[in-house]
């Protein structure tokens, strides 16, 4: 069966720091992959997504920068974090034809 | 903002009564989703329903679609308190891999 795994799920970072989010995917080959942030009691926020190795989109253009490694590998990263960056991100992947998102369980991140 | 909106933004209900939520898009879809969130977790999806299609059930879920308004409800039925949580929807946008989410509405159920 197919799993999703994101790491770490919380982090306090200054401001000005460097950041990492990782996600991985287990149990199925060539997933379309994305990261989404959620403010506070908000609705989910497009970020970036992927449809295959080294492909990147992104929607919201910002500090904010993503990576796919590997296949099954999506790394979400800032080199410098804004106050702003604070809030819940969420990793998904779906089948390559487009179908339900599966979500990681998030990773929490307040700049201070 | 391509995001969708969805009404009411909060709905408190007695257990066993129906909780309907309404959802817009503002694109052409091939399918639009709904989703649950619990509190600080990740979301769960419930139900997918495809753009050529205009209801669906699943359990006590009961889904509607209309491309011409660009709108969708989610019923679901007999609520129970295990019901309480954010449920999203989420729309494929046409010709794209992007998934749109509307703004949520945070559903209470009262013992």
Same mark, same amino acid.
């Given at each position: 069966? +197919?799993?999703?795994? +994101?790491?770490?799920?919380?982090l306090?970072?200054?401001?000005?720091?460097?950041?990492?989010?990782?996600?991985?995917?287990?149990?199925?080959?060539?997933?379309?992959?994305?990261?989404?942030?959620?403010?506070?009691?908000?609705?989910?926020?497009?970020?970036?997504?992927?449809?295959?190795? !080294?492909?990147?989109?992104?929607?919201?253009?910002?500090?904010?920068?993503?990576?796919?490694?590997?296949?099954?590998?999506?790394?979400l990263?800032?080199?410098?974090?804004l106050?702003?960056?604070? !809030?819940?991100?969420?990793?998904?992947?779906?089948?390559?034809?487009? !179908?339900?998102?599966?979500? !990681?369980?998030?990773?929490?991140?307040?700049?201070? | @903002?391509? #995001?969708?909106?969805?009404?009411? #933004?909060?709905?408190?209900? #007695?257990?066993?009564? &129906?909780?309907?939520?309404?959802?817009?898009?503002? %694109?052409?879809?091939? &399918? /639009?989703?709904?989703?649950? #969130? &619990?509190s600080?977790?990740?979301?769960?999806?419930?139900?997918?329903?495809? @753009? &050529?299609?205009?209801?669906?059930?699943s359990?006590r /879920?009961?889904? %509607? /679609?209309?491309?011409?308004?660009?709108?969708? @409800?989610?019923?679901?039925?007999?609520?129970?308190?295990?019901d309480t949580?954010?449920?999203?929807?989420?729309?494929?946008?046409?010709? %794209?891999y992007?998934?749109?989410?509307?703004?949520?509405?945070?559903?209470?159920?009262?013992?």
């Open positions: 069966s +197919q799993t999703i795994h +994101q790491w770490p799920a919380t306090v970072q200054p401001v000005g720091s460097p950041l990492s989010l990782e996600c991985t995917v287990e149990g199925t080959s060539n997933p379309n992959l994305y990261w989404y942030r959620q403010a506070a009691g908000r609705g989910l926020q497009l970020l970036f997504y992927s449809v295959g190795i !080294g492909q990147i989109s992104s929607e919201v253009p910002q500090n904010l920068s993503a990576s796919r490694p590997q296949d099954r590998q999506f790394i990263s800032s080199k410098k974090l106050l702003s960056d604070s !809030g819940f991100y969420l990793c998904a992947w779906s089948v390559p034809g487009g !179908g339900e998102l599966f979500f !990681g369980e998030g990773s929490r991140l307040t700049v201070l | @903002s391509q #995001q969708g909106e969805e009404d009411p #933004q909060a709905l408190s209900i #007695q257990e066993g009564e &129906n909780a309907t939520m309404n959802c817009s898009y503002k %694109t052409s879809i091939n &399918n /639009l989703q709904w989703y649950r #969130q &619990n600080g977790r990740g979301l769960v999806h419930l139900i997918l329903i495809r @753009s &050529n299609e205009r209801e669906k059930h359990g /879920l009961r889904v %509607t /679609l209309d491309t011409s308004k660009k709108s969708s @409800s989610l019923l679901i039925t007999a609520s129970r308190a295990a949580a954010s449920y999203f929807c989420a729309t494929l946008t046409s010709g %794209t992007k998934y749109i989410f509307g703004t949520g509405t945070r559903l209470k159920v009262l013992a």
